[in-house]
Nanobody, 122 residues
C-alpha cells in the first residue's frame, strides 16, 4: 500500500503564488510518473502536470509558463509551484502516482491523494 499526503493549498488573490507538495510513503522502491490533476466544480478532472523519475515534464496548455512541477526522488515527493494564479485555477488539486515498484519487486498502479483546495480570488 502507498499513501499520498498533499499539502499547500489555500486561498490566494489573483496574481499570487502557492506551492503544493505531495509525499508518497509505504513500501516504495521507485515511482515512475508523479503528477498533479485538478477538478473544478461541475467539471471533469484534468491533468495539470506530470513528471517522470528522470525529470521529463508535461504541462497542460492552460498552465504552461506559470506552473512548475518538480520532484525529489529520494523523498518520493512531488511539488507544484503555481505562480501568476488566476481565478480559473480554482479547483481541488489531486496528486497522482502512476506506477510504484515496491521493495518486494511488485508493481502497484494508480494512487491518488485526498485532494487539496486551491481558491484564487479576483
Amino acid at each position: 500500500q502507498v499513501q499520498l499526503v498533499e499539502s499547500g493549498g489555500g486561498l490566494v488573490q489573483a496574481g499570487g503564488s502557492l506551492r503544493l507538495s505531495c509525499a508518497a510513503s509505504g513500501s516504495i522502491f521507485t515511482i515512475n510518473i508523479m503528477g498533479w490533476y485538478r477538478q473544478a466544480p461541475g467539471k471533469e478532472r484534468e491533468l495539470v502536470a506530470r513528471i517522470t523519475s528522470g525529470g521529463i515534464t508535461i504541462y497542460a496548455d492552460s498552465v504552461k509558463g506559470r506552473f512548475t512541477i518538480s520532484r525529489d526522488n529520494a523523498k518520493n515527493t512531488v511539488y507544484l509551484q503555481m505562480n501568476s494564479l488566476k481565478p480559473e485555477d480554482t479547483a481541488v488539486y489531486f496528486c497522482n502516482v502512476d506506477r510504484v515498484m515496491t521493495v518486494a519487486g511488485t508493481f502497484e498502479y494508480g494512487y491518488w491523494g485526498q485532494g487539496t483546495q486551491v481558491t484564487v480570488s479576483s
